[in-house]
C-alpha cells in the first residue's frame, strides 16, 4: 500500500525558513515523480514544485529562486527547502507522487498518491 507522510510545517515570520519532508512507502521502484503542492483558505490548490525520478525540477514562478525540491531515493523521502517565505506561501503543502520517469510520462499518468498535508503559516 502506497502511503506518503508530510512534515515540517509550522509558523514562521516573513523572511524565515523551513523545510519540508515527505517519507513515501509502497512504491516498488524510484520511476516516479514527486510534487510539492499547497492550498490555501479559498484558493484552488496550486503546484509548487516538483522533480523526477532523475533529478530534473520544475517550479511554479512565485517561488522560483526561494524553493528548492530535492529527493534522496536511498531514503524514499522528498524534501522542500523554503527560503525567504512570505505571507502568500501561507498554506498546506502535500506532496504527491506520480507513476513514471519523465515528467510528460507522469502528466500522463497523474498525481493519484497524496499525503496528508502539513501547515506553513508566514506571518508578516
Known amino acids: 500500500q502506497v502511503q506518503l507522510v508530510e512534515s515540517g510545517g509550522g509558523s514562521v515570520q516573513s523572511g524565515g525558513s523551513l523545510r519540508l519532508s515527505c517519507v513515501a512507502s509502497?512504491?516498488?521502484?524510484?520511476?516516479?515523480?514527486m510534487g510539492w503542492f499547497r492550498q490555501a483558505p479559498g484558493k484552488e490548490r496550486e503546484r509548487v514544485a516538483y522533480?523526477?525520478?532523475?533529478?530534473?525540477?520544475r517550479y511554479t514562478g512565485s517561488v522560483k529562486g526561494r524553493f528548492t525540491i530535492s529527493r534522496d531515493n536511498t531514503k524514499n523521502t522528498l524534501y522542500l527547502q523554503m527560503n525567504s517565505l512570505k505571507p502568500e506561501d501561507t498554506a498546506m503543502y502535500y506532496c504527491?507522487?506520480?507513476?513514471?520517469?519523465?515528467?510528460?510520462?507522469?502528466?500522463?499518468?497523474?498525481?493519484?498518491?497524496w499525503g496528508q498535508g502539513t501547515q506553513v503559516t508566514v506571518s508578516s
Open positions: 504527491a507522487a506520480a507513476v513514471g520517469t519523465y515528467f510528460d510520462t507522469c502528466a500522463a499518468n497523474g498525481y493519484k498518491d
Open positions: 509502497g512504491y516498488p521502484s524510484s520511476r516516479y515523480c
Open positions: 522533480i523526477n525520478s532523475y533529478g530534473d525540477q
